[in-house]
Each structure stands twice: as C-alpha cells, then as structure tokens.
C-alpha cells in the first residue's frame, strides 16, 4: 500500500491551471518537509517546489516561480501543487515525496529541491498539455 498518494492529474490546455494533491496521510513515520517533483522520459527527475511540514516555509526553482505554489493542511497531511499558465514544457509525471530525516531547531523549517532529500515516493500522476 502507498504510502504517498498523489491525486489531481489530467489533461489541460495551455494556459490552464492544475492542483495536485498529496496524500500522506498513510505516512507512518515522522516526517519534516514535502516535495513535488517531475519527470519526463528519459529526462532526471527535477525539483518543482517544496514545503518544510512545522512552519510552511516553501522554495521553488526559477523556472516555476510565478507559476507554481506549494501549500498545505498539516493537520490533514495533506499538501498541495498549484499549477496556473501552464505550458507545453509542463508535460510531465509529477511526483510527492516526503523527506523523513530527523532534524530539529531552525532546520525544522526548511525543504530542500534535490531528489536525495527525500526517502519515500508516491507513485505519480500524469499531467498533459497539449501543444
């Protein structure tokens, strides 16, 4: 059973806009910060946005700022990805992961865009934008 699940996924046009939603609410572990990924074949998977879990404190690459925000119900460990004005380059499997490494004081709010921070993964969703 997954323990990540993300949700929110589809097709839309360009210029449109997406929510992705993940679900960790099966996570059995502690966990400190959330990270949404993405994925085309054949390409590495490249950091989108991340969340720290204790104080909400968010970073995204260039490429998406503007575009792409991060939030979250920590009480419902549920998080999300807001996509608006998306693009054709959007294309791609997007994938939640949590980072689970004990941590405490001023580290406890942050989150990090690498894909070696994070230890478990869901299993993606599909986003499509047709050119």
């Known amino acids: 059973q997954r323990q990540l699940v993300e949700s929110g996924g589809g097709l839309v046009h360009p210029g449109g806009a997406l929510r992705l939603s993940c679900d960790a609410s099966?996570?059995?572990?502690?966990?400190?910060?959330i990270g949404w990924f993405r994925q085309a074949p054949g390409k590495e998977r490249e950091g989108v946005g991340c969340?720290?879990?204790?104080?909400?404190?968010?970073d995204a690459p260039e490429s998406v700022k503007g575009r792409f925000t991060i939030s979250g119900d920590n009480a419902r460990n549920l998080w999300y990805l807001q996509m608006n004005s998306l693009e054709a380059g959007d294309q791609d499997v997007y994938y939640c992961?949590?980072?689970?490494?004990?941590?405490?004081?001023?580290?406890?709010?942050?989150?990090?865009?690498?894909?070696?921070?994070?230890?478990?993964w869901g299993a993606g969703t599909q986003v499509t934008v047709p050119s």
């Open positions: 969340i720290s879990r204790w104080g909400g404190v968010t």
């Open positions: 992961a949590v980072d689970s490494t004990p941590r405490s004081g001023s580290y406890l709010y942050t989150c990090g865009l690498g894909r070696v921070e994070y230890d478990t």
């Open positions: 099966r996570f059995t572990l502690n966990y400190y910060a």
